[in-house]
């Protein structure tokens, strides 16, 4: 079940009582000037397994739907795209890149600033999708200091909750235990300069979060009016270009409550299909900007 296209109280009840959103573009969205506009800024890329673009599946099963669509299907890689609203005097940044410590070919989302004619200085607001050490990593500077320092930095609660949690490490698989301890140590130095807020509210006035549960515990999507159109930064929901659309119920690779992430997947690509949202996807290819088209029972993803 979703939304219809403007109601003031919109809900979709999803498995497990987590509300994909409470309210679609609000008044205040739709009172922001046209003029924000968005860019998204590459922070880098890396290469990842085929395979990785699902978890728990026959490779085989992956790849044939890769050679389908006309992707390669013997080596991959992925992006990381940092959507950038300017709008008036705000600088907005969602998720900061992976920094120089996470893997290698990342980390140059300052460069692509100054290239964009962005100083650190400038960007007055950084809103994250998700703490994940790709989103995260980048936030802080050489000197261990926020790499914004005029930003104001905001965080979905259920996020910054979930990374404190007394079972956080028992939760994760060892190798992920670096993830964890990078989410405390960045989230404790931003602290002093971060507001916590929930889905359904505006932690940037024309800027709603809608609940997308499943990648992490408290991953979060925002709508906002740029360019004229209304534009949904995905995070993570849609981490793949073919097989995030071709089987959204497949889990993710990285996908923390695979059958929770499934249902956020095909809420959000129902709506952005029926609404005609532009998508922005932090991993997908080429910017990571287009529109969600239904073929059948599946979704595709078109560039634009
Ligand atoms: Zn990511």
Redo the contacts with the bound molecule.
């Keep these: 079940m979703i939304l219809d296209r403007r109601g003031a109280v919109l809900g979709a009840t999803l498995l497990g009582g987590a509300l994909l959103s409470s309210r679609i573009l609000p008044g205040s969205a739709h009172a922001q000037p046209a003029s924000a506009r968005l860019t998204t800024i590459l922070d880098g890329g890396f290469s990842v397994a085929v395979t990785s673009a699902a978890a728990n599946r026959d490779p085989k099963q992956i790849r044939e739907l890769l050679q389908a669509a006309g992707h390669p299907t013997d080596s991959a890689s992925t992006v ?1 795209n940092v959507s950038l609203v300017r709008r008036g005097s705000d600088v907005i940044l969602f998720d900061c890149g992976a920094g120089k410590n996470f893997v290698p070919g990342t980390g140059k989302l300052l460069d692509g600033l100054t290239a964009a004619g962005v100083d650190p200085d400038d960007v007055t607001h950084v809103v994250f999708t998700h703490a ?1 050490p ?2 995260l990593w980048g936030a802080l500077d050489d000197f261990d200091t926020p790499a914004f320092p005029k930003a104001r930095y905001h965080v979905p609660a259920a996020e910054w909750d979930d990374w404190f949690a007394t079972d956080v490490y028992q939760r994760l698989p060892e190798d992920r235990h670096s993830f964890a301890a990078g989410a405390q140590r960045i989230l404790k130095v931003l602290e002093p300069v971060t507001k916590r807020f929930k889905p359904g509210s505006e932690p940037v006035p024309g800027v709603l979060a809608v609940a997308a549960p499943g990648h992490t515990a408290g991953h979060c999507a925002f709508e906002l009016m740029a360019d004229g159109s209304p534009t949904l930064i995905g995070g ?1 929901a849609m ?1 793949h270009p073919v097989i995030s659309f071709l089987r959204p119920d497949w889990p993710g690779g990285f996908d923390a409550d695979p059958a929770q992430a499934a249902i956020t997947r095909k809420a959000l690509l129902d709506r952005a299909a029926t609404d005609r949202l532009r998508l922005v996807g ?2 997908l290819p080429n910017g990571g900007a287009g529109y969600v088209e239904r073929t059948g029972a599946a979704y595709r993803f078109v560039q634009g």
């Design positions: 990381l994940h790709d989103h993570d981490t932090y991993h």
